[in-house]
């Protein structure tokens, strides 16, 4: 089956850096994402990875390596409104949309 | 406006009702999706329409019916339901389906409590 492990809840403080890992086992690997949902609200797209590598994009950045079936969101100089679920989803060789079930980020101050 | 929009944002009924949940886009977009979201449980595909067609429908219930009478109008009829169908429903849309880019617009979501 096809399968997206991602921790259920972290802590962080203000200022601060977390990283948010997820493993996939998917029949096939067309991207992978990470999304984020403030409560009540939307998800909403943050990055994209289908090659090995990090990308960046200001205070966030995404990882991927294939071979480990792994990725991670980094978020740096952390702000209250970080506080969100982070929605990793892989992209399977259907094109189909494979989602773990969020990571839960608490900001201290 | 905001790109997709759902209503009502949030819902009770009894499990003897009958209520709908509607779904907009103003994006252009050729594909428009229903996921269920309950707490600590990935996002549940329930059906995808491209085209106004639909193309995917993942053993849902029979209470639960969509309708695309085009492709900027999404709705799910909702009849008999059971209490454990209570979750926030998310209508989502994307350029297109066959070739489905993975990046996802959604709603805000419609709260829904069965009681």
């Known amino acids: 089956g096809q399968n997206i492990d991602q921790p259920t809840e972290m802590t962080a403080t203000e200022g601060a850096i977390v990283q948010i890992n997820c493993t996939y086992q998917t029949s096939g690997f067309n991207g992978l994402f990470w999304y984020q949902q403030h409560a009540g609200e939307a998800p909403t797209f943050l990055s994209y990875n289908v090659l090995d590598g990090l990308e960046e994009k200001g205070r966030f950045s995404s990882f991927l390596s294939r071979s480990k079936g792994y990725s991670y969101l980094l978020l740096k100089e952390l702000q209250m409104k970080d506080s969100a679920s982070y929605l990793c989803a892989v992209l399977d060789s259907n094109y189909q949309l494979i989602w773990g079930a969020g990571t839960k980020l608490i900001i201290k101050p | 406006e905001t790109g997709v929009t759902q209503t009502p944002r949030h819902l009770v009924m009894g499990m003897t009702n009958k209520k709908s949940l509607k779904c907009e886009q103003h994006l252009g977009h050729n594909a428009m999706y229903w996921y269920k979201q309950s707490a600590k449980k990935p996002l549940e595909l329930m059906f995808v329409?491209?085209?106004?067609?639909?193309?995917e429908n993942n053993s849902v219930p029979s209470r639960f019916s969509p309708e695309c009478p085009n492709s900027s109008h999404l709705f799910l009829h909702l009849h008999t339901l059971q209490p454990e169908d209570s979750a926030l429903y998310l209508c989502a849309s994307s350029q297109e389906w066959s070739a489905n880019t993975g990046e996802l617009f959604f709603g805000e979501g419609s709260r829904l409590t069965v009681l």
């Open positions: 329409y491209s085209l106004e067609e639909r193309v």
